[in-house]
């Protein structure tokens, strides 16, 4: 795989660096990723994502050096406002990874679906609503993860790691 290295697609023109990441996104088979550069949002968040890096004083690791000057909910807040293309579950996954969160769960359609196959009653549209997300967040975090004694991010990881063996264990036994 092909890696983008932050100062050489600095030096490009937005155009080529726009037809360069959406190539990298297509051959990897990124979804939703458009055909023409042009017309591709995620392409162009991405690119809008880089010059908002570039304007940064100390660039990447200055944003990130201040991003971790705040409380973890704040974070992860940010990062999802600050960055185009990346919403609740995005801010979340990215938080995780970068280590900077410990109690975030990105609620994607998966994990969702096995929280709904375990008979939780979940409100419509948790993944487009802010509070209603940080809700069902917080209800994890303390009647899941604190019993279980893992923080958010490690249960995310188990849930998504296991998801088919999940699925299949609460729908039962094959008849």
Do not use: W
């Not at 983008?4 to 080529?16: C, F, V």
């Not at 360069?20 to 055909?35: I, M, P």
């Not at 999802?80 to 609620?107: C, E, V």
Request: proline residues 4%.
């Amino acid at each position: 795989m092909k890696l983008l290295h932050y100062r050489a697609i600095r030096k490009l023109s937005t155009a080529k660096q726009l037809r360069l990441v959406n190539r990298l996104f297509r051959k990897h088979g990124v979804r939703y990723t458009s055909e023409d550069p042009k017309a591709c949002r995620k392409s162009a968040a991405v690119i809008a994502n880089l010059r908002l890096l570039g304007a940064t004083r100390g660039g990447p690791k200055g944003y990130l050096a201040r991003l971790c000057e705040l409380p973890e909910d704040q974070r992860v807040a940010k990062l999802g406002k600050d960055f185009g293309y990346i919403r609740l579950k995005g801010s979340r996954d990215l938080s995780a990874t970068l280590g900077l969160a410990k109690d975030a769960i990105a609620l994607d359609t998966r994990l969702l679906q096995l929280l709904r196959a375990a008979g939780v009653k979940l409100p419509p549209r948790v993944q487009g609503n802010p509070e209603v997300y940080r809700a069902v967040q917080n209800a994890i975090l303390s009647q899941i993860c604190k019993r279980a004694g893992v923080t958010g991010v490690q249960c995310d990881r188990i849930l998504f790691n296991n998801y088919e063996d999940i699925k299949q264990r609460l729908r039962g036994p094959k008849r």
